[in-house]
């Protein structure tokens, strides 16, 4: 996790302009707490509707005018002002003419006019006002970016992907509670928590309630606190199928139909962790071993371990049926021939009765 928040936070030398971003939407999420604390002493927006020297904009609101205004004005009563700006688009990749529909050209015309007119702003914005964009997508070849980075600091948070950071993840939160962990019980959360650092905060709150009254985590705490989370479903379907256990498959299936995971998204998964263990099973007949999977295919290295063990089980014929039923499966919901949900139950009748190395 990229530190250089806190290092700013803890020696009072806070940059102009942050730019925060990336897949992994916990981190994102608690460095844009850190920062609007460390400007305003309030976590959450709605408190600091009557701030006069605060503003945020989210999504369609952002407005130059309006931005630019409230920078230029002088902190009221204050050392400074500070402006959130929220998932508005601002750092997103431009459209190609081509790819662009002819009544959004004039609309989307002016709104990048805005964002080169911002950029040039920047340049100018008073050492007295302080802005943190929050953003979802970013073009770093944008001259957006590119002033932003050099007026601040632009930082991208990625998905964990190796087992010793989410292990490392999970340590941190337990020594905070001043708790102890068992070995097992730490694989089984690795295991179960997929690479969802907003889920797996959320489940281990839950755990560290579960387990007030004790100072160790056991791996039996673990399985009965953890909700099944989709990504161990779906493999435990595959292995199902591999082990010609259909009601294994199903079973597994209509526990996440409990949990209101859309059938669509299952079978949408489904063919993905198929395509998954192809590449995986091609990778390694060519003489790659687990580590380079891992760097080549930027899978977590428990997935790879996973779907190395799981391509034994299939022949590549058969696993590249599957990611072309499932795609098949998937357009003829989209096309009304059949529900979503019986979809995946046909899928899996079928693949739990295959004979999958033959």
């Not at 500070?82 to 990749?93: H, R, T």
């Not at 309630?209 to 953890?226: C, G, P, Q, R």
């Amino acid at each position: 996790m990229d530190s250089r928040v806190d290092a700013d936070i803890k020696s009072g030398q806070l940059k102009n302009v942050y730019l925060l971003f990336g897949e992994e939407k916990y981190f994102v999420s608690v460095n844009r707490k850190k920062l609007l604390n460390a400007f305003t002493g309030h976590y959450a927006v709605r408190e600091l509707v009557g701030d006069m020297n605060f503003r945020h904009f989210s999504e369609d609101d952002f407005n130059l005018d309006s931005f630019i205004s409230f920078a230029d004005t002088m902190p009221f009563f204050a050392e400074r002002r500070f402006i959130l700006v929220d998932n508005c688009g601002l750092f997103a990749p431009r459209r190609k003419g081509e790819e662009e529909a002819e009544e959004d050209e004039e609309e989307r015309g002016g709104f990048m006019n805005n964002v080169d007119k911002l950029s040039e702003y920047l340049d100018r914005l008073p050492e007295t006002t302080y802005v943190v964009f929050v953003e979802n997508k970013v073009d770093a070849r944008s001259k957006l970016y590119k002033k932003a980075s050099s007026k601040g600091l632009a930082i991208e948070y990625k998905k964990l992907k190796d087992n010793r950071d989410i292990e490392d993840f999970v340590t941190r939160k337990v020594a905070v509670r001043k708790m102890n962990i068992t070995r097992s019980a730490m694989d089984a959360i690795i295991q179960l928590a997929g690479d969802d650092l907003m889920s797996l905060q959320n489940e281990l709150e839950k755990l560290f309630a579960y387990v007030a009254d004790s100072n160790v985590i056991t791996v039996e705490d673990v399985k009965n606190v953890f909700t099944p989370q989709i990504t161990d479903n779906i493999f435990g379907m595959i292995d199902a199928c591999a082990e010609g256990n259909r009601q294994r498959a199903l079973d597994l299936y209509y526990e996440l139909l409990e949990l209101r995971e859309p059938p669509l998204k299952i079978l949408s998964l489904l063919g993905k962790k198929f395509a998954q263990i192809l590449t995986v099973k091609d990778l390694r007949n060519r003489g790659f071993d687990k580590g380079r999977i891992t760097e080549k295919t930027g899978l977590q290295e428990f997935i790879v371990k996973k779907c190395m063990f799981q391509a034994d089980k299939f022949s590549s014929s058969v696993l590249k049926k599957a990611v072309e039923d499932c795609a098949n499966y998937e357009q003829s919901v989209k096309t009304g021939l059949l529900t979503d949900r019986i979809s995946v139950e046909m899928l899996l009748i079928e693949y739990s009765g295959r004979k999958l190395n033959r």
